[in-house]
């Protein structure tokens, strides 16, 4: 009951609002023209594109609409600055800027730079230009003398560098208001006028239509009428949509659990009908998405489940072959973790195979099961054979056979004694003495040489 009384008390102010809209539009009053021009009266041009709200930006409001203007379309930026007289604004782009003060601060006012200038340049004769000169003179001293003694000017070129000038100087700091949005021009303000008011023309036609007794009031029953029915359609869409809000909330959280699924197999939501809210109404049609939702969310959990336990069994396998040192079903379990990561498998969910996405990992988790009976019938063998070295000697015990030996040195018995060689010399060279840091790893490579060096003498045959 309450969200009928809701709905009445909001179909009712859009009645009020939608009327009144219908009887005023705003307009913008200013003295002068819109283009800047001076003017002793007072025109009005009326705002087209606005939703009547503003904001407040600089300690100023500012606006963002256009008015109509000689049968063009002005917006408020270009009315302002036609109409500010100072040089605080200016405007850049589609964003209005004010000047708020000036602060000091260090202008270049000359770049640095080198150039190559002219210069004379003093030179006197060499020793031997003099002798040459004075060769066969009965005083060849005197004359290398004179000679030598005569000036020489020659032009050269000479590199001149300068460094950069600043002076300080005041700089105007500019504020910029919201893009698109600018103040009221000086002196105007925004008015609801009646479409009747608009111009003096229109005024006398209207009062004449008035006082006639056949007018039909042009077509104002029929505009409010068409207003009653619009707003009665919307009305009652929004009562459908009110009384069935639970049950599309309903949908759109288990729409919300589907996305989270798909987002646990490593899948971005692949359909945009996981993300969209859920609209209808009819009831009936929204049950009915309700359950196929429900019924997604069902095959997701468990295609999830099985998926976790194929992960698992993976994980088992794999600890167990290190744990072992069985290295013949590293393939094996490479190949599973790229069947569970595969794209044949999330190609079944993005298209809802549910089926066969079962099929394919049930059997892979078969195929792990069986695996992982393989490996412990074969551990099993070798303990009542009376093998040893199921696993690694630790870091205080050496190698006492030759299986203990391959276990230590991460090798197969089948590996040539030249990889062996190869592989205890990388280790050797990994855990050398030289690079100890304390007292303490010194006795850790101590220890761990001397399992290396006894792994080596039983592969090579010298420890039986």
Same mark, same amino acid.
């Given at each position: 009951?309450?969200?009928?009384?809701?709905?009445?008390?909001?179909?009712?102010?859009?009645?009020?609002?939608?009327?009144?809209?219908?009887?005023?539009?705003?307009?913008?009053?200013?003295?002068?023209?819109?283009?800047?021009?001076?003017?002793?009266?007072?025109?009005?041009?009326?705002?087209?594109?606005?939703?009547?709200?503003?904001?407040?930006?600089?300690?100023?409001?500012?606006?963002?609409?256009?008015?109509?203007?000689?049968?063009?379309?002005?917006?408020?930026?270009?009315?302002?600055?036609?109409?500010?007289?100072?040089?605080?604004?200016?405007?850049?782009?589609?964003?209005?800027?004010?000047?708020?003060?000036?602060?000091?601060?260090?202008?270049?006012?000359?770049?640095?730079?080198?150039?190559?200038?002219?210069?004379?340049?003093?030179?006197? @004769?060499?020793?031997?230009?003099? #002798?040459? !000169?004075?060769?066969?003179?009965?005083?060849?001293?005197?004359? =290398? &003398?004179?000679? %030598?003694?005569?000036?020489?000017?020659?032009?050269?070129?000479?590199?001149?560098?300068?460094?950069?000038?600043?002076?300080?100087?005041?700089?105007?700091?500019?504020?910029?208001?919201?893009?698109?949005?600018?103040?009221?021009?000086?002196?105007?303000?925004?008015?609801?006028?009646?479409?009747?008011?608009?111009?003096?023309?229109?005024?006398?036609?209207?009062?004449?239509?008035?006082?006639?007794?056949?007018?039909?009031?042009?077509?104002?029953?029929?505009?409010?009428?068409?207003?009653?029915?619009?707003?009665?359609?919307?009305?009652?869409?929004?009562?459908?949509?009110?009384?069935?809000?639970?049950?599309?909330?309903?949908?759109?959280?288990?729409?919300?659990?589907?996305?989270?699924?798909?987002?646990?197999?490593?899948?971005?939501? @692949?359909?945009?009908?996981?993300? #969209?809210? !859920?609209?209808?109404?009819?009831?009936?049609?929204?049950?009915? =998405? &309700?359950?196929? %939702?429900?019924?997604?969310?069902?095959?997701?959990?468990?295609?999830?489940?099985?998926?976790?336990?194929?992960?698992?069994?993976?994980?088992?396998?794999?600890?167990?072959?290190?744990?072992?040192?069985?290295?013949?079903?590293?393939?094996?379990?490479?190949?599973?973790?790229?069947?569970?990561?595969?794209?044949?498998?999330?190609?079944?969910?993005?298209?809802?195979?549910?089926?066969?996405?079962?099929?394919?990992?049930?059997?892979?988790?078969?195929?792990?099961?069986?695996?992982?009976?393989?490996?412990?019938?074969?551990?099993?063998?070798?303990?009542?054979?009376?093998?040893?070295?199921?696993?690694?000697?630790?870091?205080?015990?050496?190698?006492?056979?030759?299986?203990?030996?391959?276990?230590?040195?991460?090798?197969?018995?089948?590996?040539?004694?030249?990889?062996?060689?190869?592989?205890?010399?990388?280790?050797?060279?990994?855990?050398?003495?030289?690079?100890?840091?304390?007292?303490?790893?010194?006795?850790?490579?101590?220890?761990?040489?001397?399992?290396?060096?006894?792994?080596?003498?039983?592969?090579?045959?010298?420890?039986?």
């Amino acid at each position: 009951m309450g969200s009928a009384v809701k709905l009445l008390i909001s179909t009712i102010c859009c009645l009020i609002i939608g009327v009144a809209s219908l009887a005023a539009a705003p307009y913008l009053e200013m003295s002068g023209s819109c283009d800047g021009g001076y003017s002793n009266s007072t025109n009005r041009f009326k705002i087209i594109g606005w939703n009547g709200r503003n904001k407040q930006a600089l300690s100023e409001r500012v606006y963002d609409f256009s008015v109509e203007c000689n049968g063009a379309s002005k917006h408020i930026m270009e009315l302002f600055l036609a109409s500010a007289s100072s040089g605080r604004y200016r405007k850049e782009g589609f964003t209005l800027f004010k000047q708020e003060g000036t602060r000091r601060k260090s202008v270049k006012v000359r770049d640095s730079g080198c150039k190559l200038v002219p210069e004379r340049k003093r030179t006197y @004769p060499s020793d031997a230009e003099a #002798r040459a !000169a004075c060769r066969g003179v009965p005083t060849p001293m005197a004359c =290398e &003398l004179e000679y %030598q003694g005569q000036d020489r000017w020659i032009t050269v070129q000479v590199e001149r560098c300068w460094r950069a000038q600043y002076e300080s100087r005041d700089v105007p700091v500019w504020k910029p208001f919201p893009s698109g949005y600018a103040p009221l021009p000086p002196g105007a303000r925004i008015v609801q006028v009646s479409e009747r008011q608009s111009t003096s023309t229109s005024t006398q036609v209207e009062r004449s239509r008035s006082q006639s007794p056949t007018s039909s009031g042009d077509g104002s029953g029929f505009g409010t009428f068409m207003v009653f029915g619009l707003l009665a359609g919307v009305g009652a869409a929004v009562f459908l949509k009110v009384s069935n809000a639970p049950l599309s909330n309903r949908i759109s959280a288990v729409r919300q659990s589907i996305a989270r699924q798909y987002q646990g197999f490593g899948i971005d939501i @692949p359909a945009e009908d996981f993300r #969209r809210p !859920a609209y209808g109404f009819f009831r009936k049609q929204l049950e009915d =998405e &309700l359950a196929e %939702q429900n019924s997604t969310l069902s095959a997701l959990k468990e295609s999830r489940e099985l998926h976790q336990q194929a992960s698992a069994l993976v994980i088992d396998l794999e600890q167990l072959c290190g744990k072992l040192n069985y290295k013949k079903m590293d393939g094996q379990i490479e190949s599973a973790k790229e069947v569970l990561k595969s794209k044949v498998l999330l190609s079944l969910l993005k298209g809802k195979d549910w089926h066969g996405f079962r099929d394919n990992v049930v059997s892979l988790t078969e195929a792990l099961h069986g695996h992982i009976a393989h490996i412990q019938s074969l551990n099993t063998e070798d303990r009542h054979s009376g093998k040893q070295g199921s696993k690694r000697p630790s870091d205080d015990e050496l190698p006492t056979s030759r299986q203990e030996a391959y276990r230590l040195l991460n090798i197969s018995e089948d590996t040539p004694r030249e990889v062996a060689n190869k592989t205890y010399r990388a280790l050797a060279k990994k855990w050398h003495f030289d690079k100890a840091t304390d007292e303490v790893d010194w006795q850790r490579r101590d220890k761990k040489m001397k399992q290396l060096n006894a792994a080596k003498e039983y592969i090579l045959g010298k420890r039986t």
